[in-house]
């Protein structure tokens, strides 16, 4: 075992997007990282909750970005869900499909049958992200949920990352049923439910996994549900700000800007980080405050403050005292000075 974060695991989870790409460009060292960890014979596991590709079709999507991947090593959200109705529902049975094409074909090959009205009796709703979703299917979604149809959803997620910043997920069209129908589904698949996780370990054999993640909603407090380690990478949509306030089931076990941190000592990388100094940051707590002073790497500053903020103190109790922490501060949104 090597002394670096990754070497300390047998099986690295990477969701996809947010973490080792936004939308079809790869994020800048997720190559270099999968490649690294393929050389040092790390176990891989893609888990996404984005239900609109198949994991063949996954797999292709990375390979032609470079990000080397085989459809066994791809796990969905699609696939699991599809995978739950069929233990559930009896061969044949109409399920109304909501979302990509994707999860219509997931649902086919489970031997269920797909369907798109209320006039086909379903016996169980299925909603998952699609970019074509509309009024349309979302109204029929709703008329056969409330003539008896089980709901299940794909996930949860809000929002998808994306270049241009956070766009609709397949939570915000599932909040369109959720508000039509006041009530919550009835199965989620997806994260922040271990089962992707727990499926993607027991695939791989492994005894001690890493899942690397940007979202504390789902990614995270799906691991730690699991009981595994996770790491938060902040290339994605959680950010600093999130991750201070974060509530003990999304706390992840290690935090990074990006990546490469898989290839950092693990030490380093912890949340919080013990003590007041780390990286030429350094915190000094008195009661329900904390002052940051110093300069350096943006995340030793944001670990050390985990400490303090994950043990009562709150935003509005962080002060800065260097130039340096001011402007970290501000860029974090933790504070705005005029």
């Known amino acids: 075992m090597s002394d670096h974060l990754a070497g300390s695991h047998d099986l690295v989870i990477f969701d996809l997007d947010g973490v080792v790409f936004l939308i079809d460009e790869p994020i800048p060292g997720a190559v270099e990282a999968v490649e690294r960890l393929r050389a040092d014979g790390t176990a891989i596991v893609y888990a996404t909750n984005n239900a609109s590709r198949r994991a063949a079709d996954v797999a292709a999507l990375l390979t032609g970005m470079g990000v080397s991947a085989a459809p066994a090593e791809v796990l969905t959200s699609a696939g699991a869900c599809a995978a739950l109705l069929a233990e559930r529902l009896p061969g044949g049975a109409k399920v109304l499909v909501v979302g990509a094409e994707a999860l219509r074909a997931e649902v086919r090959d489970a031997g269920l049958?797909?369907?798109?009205?209320?006039?086909?009796?379903?016996?169980?709703?299925?909603?998952?992200?699609?970019?074509e979703v509309g009024w349309k299917v979302l109204a029929e979604a709703v008329l056969a949920v409330r003539a008896g149809a089980v709901w299940y959803a794909t996930n949860t997620d809000r929002t998808l990352p994306s270049p241009r910043g956070p766009l609709p997920g397949n939570g915000s069209l599932v909040a369109v049923l959720r508000t039509a129908l006041d009530r919550e589904p009835d199965v989620v698949a997806g994260k922040p439910q271990p089962g992707l996780f727990r499926t993607a370990a027991t695939l791989s054999g492994s005894v001690r996994p890493l899942a690397v993640g940007d979202r504390l909603d789902t990614d995270i407090q799906g691991a730690v549900t699991a009981g595994f380690d996770s790491l938060l990478v902040l290339t994605g949509v959680s950010g600093p700000a999130d991750l201070l306030v974060a509530g003990e089931n999304q706390r992840p076990t290690y935090v990074a800007a990006d990546l490469s941190g898989l290839f950092r000592p693990a030490d380093g990388a912890r949340v919080p980080a013990p003590g007041s100094e780390a990286g030429g940051w350094r915190v000094v707590r008195e009661g329900s405050r904390v002052s940051l002073d110093g300069s350096g790497d943006p995340v030793d500053a944001l670990r050390l403050l985990c400490g303090a903020t994950w043990t009562g103190v709150p935003l509005s109790g962080v002060t800065p005292v260097s130039g340096e922490a001011r402007e970290l501060l501000n860029a974090w949104g933790v504070r705005k000075d005029d």
């Not at 049958?113 to 970019?131: H, K, L, M």
């Open 113 to 131: 049958t797909p369907v798109d009205r209320v006039e086909d009796e379903p016996v169980a709703v299925v909603q998952g992200f699609g970019p």
